[in-house]
């Protein structure tokens, strides 16, 4: 369950709040680094609550999205995932089991002058690939 703090949050952001988002973010809240898709997070609430609809699902990420709460990762084609993790990171894309692994640091990106004096970069996200620990062992 959410705290009242956190649904506080959701709700000084403009969020409406039903029985049906409060599942939508609880789900968001403990899976937070699982990168889950909208058919993960369907698939999970439409248990608690039968006449849960895609579109609700859809909706309340857009909503999200909005926010600047959820940022969308592509990395698989023609699969959107969300991460709730909104600050800058780099992801570690597993190609045996498909795990979606966060780097948070220890990762460093260079760019020569002659595009940074051209570009106006405005975030970096690194996607690896490779084979993950879990895999390897
Ligand atoms: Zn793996
Ligand atoms: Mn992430």
């Known amino acids: 369950m ?54 609700t699902v859809y909706n309340t990420l857009e909503a999200l999205k909005e926010r600047g709460l959820v940022k969308e990762l592509y990395i698989e084609e023609g699969k959107k995932r969300f991460d709730l993790n909104v600050q800058p990171h780099h992801h570690f894309y597993c190609t045996s089991c498909g795990r979606l692994i966060d780097l948070h640091e220890g990762v460093k990106v260079e760019i020569s002058e002659r595009f940074k004096n051209k570009l106006n970069i405005l975030e970096i996200r690194v996607f690896f690939l490779g084979i993950c620990d879990r895999c390897q062992g």
């Open 2 to 55: 959410l705290s009242e703090e956190r649904i506080e949050y959701y709700r000084n952001l403009g969020l409406k709040i039903t029985p049906q988002r409060l599942a939508i973010l609880e789900y968001l809240e403990k899976h937070f680094t699982a990168h889950p898709t909208a058919e993960d997070i369907y698939r999970y609430v439409k248990e608690r609550f039968p006449s849960m609809s895609f579109a």
